[in-house]
């Protein structure tokens, strides 16, 4: 998302027109964003809410200079991760090596063969139903690595943990994946 820079300004005056414009850009984004994180509508919705209040807040420490997109993202990673903390809510080759190029659908795919016998959409929809039952720490990284498209390096610097941490807890997270795949093609 390519925000223009006068836009900014004008938020930073507070310009409700520009601040409605804003909000509107990123509405279906956030919504998604937290969607992903809470699995449930409504409190999506509030955290969307959360986020615009953040933003309106904080919209003057901005620095013009740097993208916005990824400071907006950073703000809601960080209230979504902040929601997951108070509700304490738990939330591919999966022994493969780690690929940054590959999908998860891919590397589940590939680890097992189920091309044959699951459609990709259907592999889609089961991974995502699967993801719930992971633990936080590695339901984060599988979104941010395969739904948000960031590499190693940006999912460390956006969680403020080590790379050898994220790389971990991602081999862990498609193991959790892998077996419980495993354990619904058997029945």
Wanted: aromatic share 10%; net charge positive.
């Amino acid at each position: 998302m390519d925000i223009d820079k006068k836009l900014i300004l004008r938020c930073k005056k507070y310009d409700k027109p520009a601040l409605m414009e804003l909000f509107k850009i990123y509405e279906k984004y956030l919504y998604r964003l937290c969607y992903s994180y809470c699995q449930n509508q409504q409190d999506a919705l509030d955290l969307v809410q959360e986020i615009y209040i953040k933003i309106f807040n904080n919209i003057n420490k901005f620095n013009d200079d740097m993208p916005f997109h990824p400071w907006v993202r950073k703000l809601s990673v960080n209230i979504c991760l902040n929601f997951k903390r108070t509700v304490k809510s738990n939330v591919v080759s999966l022994n493969g090596e780690l690929n940054e190029d590959s999908t998860l659908e891919d590397t589940i795919a590939s680890d097992f063969n189920v091309e044959h016998e699951i459609e990709k959409m259907d592999l889609k929809r089961i991974i995502k139903e699967n993801l719930k039952a992971l633990p936080e720490n590695y339901r984060l990284v599988i979104i941010l690595r395969y739904y948000e498209n960031l590499s190693y390096n940006e999912i460390s610097e956006l969680i403020c943990k080590p790379l050898g941490t994220i790389k971990t807890d991602l081999y862990r997270a498609k193991a959790l994946l892998k077996k419980k795949l495993e354990n619904i093609r058997e029945e």
